[in-house]
C-alpha cells in the first residue's frame, strides 16, 4: 500500500465550478498536510500547509484535514482556466516528505 | 517562500554524455534536497546535499550515478551521469529553512535522453 495515494484524474470543469481533489494516507504519524500547484514545465508551488484538522481558506482556496479519517481535501471555488495545472497533496512527518502521483485538471472558458 | 533558481530548465542529451544542473537557494534556506519526477509518479528523493560533505542518498540512488556538491550553503549541482533514455524526467531541486518547515521547490529541469 502506498503511503499516499491520489486520484490522478484528469478532471475536466467548466469555469466557475467547484473543485474538489482528494487524497488519502495510512501513515498516522504524518504532522502536516500540504498542496502544491504544477504547471506544465514549472516546478511545484506551495498552495496551502497545515497541520492541524479542520479548514484552512486562503481566497478561493480551502484545505481539510481529517486525521481521523485520513483523508485531506483541497477546494477551489470559482474556478478560474488559470487553474488549469497538477495539483499534489504531500505530507510530512517534520522530516520526510510523500507525495501524491498529482491530479491534473483543467477548467474550461 | 524562500527563493530557489534552477538551471537549465531544459534540456537533450545523448546517450552516455551527463548533464549538470545548478540551484541556487536564498540563505533563508539551510536544508537542500535533489527530487525526480516521472508522469505518473509521485516526487522521489534522490539525496539530501550535504554542505561541504557527501550527500545522503536514498534507496535506489548512488554517488556514481547521481553525484552531488554543495560547496556553500546556498549553491548546489546535480549532476546525472552516463546518460540513458531512462533517465528522461524532471529532476526539482528543493529546500526548507528548517525541520518542521515549508519545502519549496526550484522551476525544475527537463531531461530528455536521446
Known amino acids: 500500500q502506498k503511503e499516499v495515494e491520489q486520484d490522478p484524474g484528469p478532471l475536466s470543469v467548466p469555469e466557475g465550478a467547484i473543485v474538489s481533489l482528494n487524497c488519502t494516507y495510512s501513515?498516522?504519524?504524518?504532522?502536516?498536510f500540504m498542496w502544491y500547484r504544477q504547471y506544465s514545465r514549472k516546478g511545484p508551488e506551495l498552495l496551502m500547509y497545515?497541520?492541524?484538522?479542520g479548514n484552512k481558506e486562503d481566497g478561493r482556496f480551502t484545505a481539510q484535514v481529517d486525521k481521523s479519517s485520513k483523508y485531506i481535501s483541497l477546494f477551489i471555488r470559482d474556478s478560474q482556466p488559470s487553474d488549469s495545472a497538477t495539483y499534489l497533496c504531500?505530507?510530512?512527518?517534520?522530516?520526510?516528505?510523500?507525495f501524491g502521483t498529482g491530479t491534473s485538471l483543467t477548467v474550461i472558458p | 517562500s524562500a527563493v530557489i533558481s534552477q538551471k537549465p530548465s531544459r534540456d537533450i542529451c545523448q546517450r552516455g554524455t551527463s548533464l549538470t544542473i545548478q540551484c541556487q537557494v536564498d540563505?533563508?534556506?539551510?536544508?537542500m534536497f535533489w527530487y525526480r519526477q516521472q508522469p505518473g509518479q509521485s516526487l522521489t528523493l534522490i539525496a539530501t546535499?550535504?554542505?561541504?560533505?557527501?550527500?545522503?542518498?536514498e534507496s535506489g540512488f548512488v554517488i556514481d550515478k547521481f553525484p552531488i556538491s554543495r560547496p556553500n550553503l546556498t549553491f548546489s549541482t546535480l549532476t546525472v551521469s552516463n546518460l540513458s533514455p531512462e533517465d528522461s524526467s524532471i529532476y526539482l531541486c528543493?529546500?526548507?529553512?528548517?525541520?518542521?518547515?515549508?519545502?519549496?521547490f526550484g522551476s525544475g529541469t527537463q531531461l530528455s535522453v536521446l
Open positions: 504531500a505530507m510530512s512527518t517534520g522530516n520526510q516528505f510523500y
Open positions: 501513515n498516522s504519524a504524518f504532522q502536516y
Open positions: 497545515t497541520y492541524s484538522s
Open positions: 540563505s533563508q534556506v539551510t536544508m
Open positions: 546535499a550535504n554542505q561541504g560533505s557527501e550527500a545522503t542518498y
Open positions: 528543493s529546500g526548507r529553512t528548517a525541520v518542521n518547515e515549508k519545502l519549496f
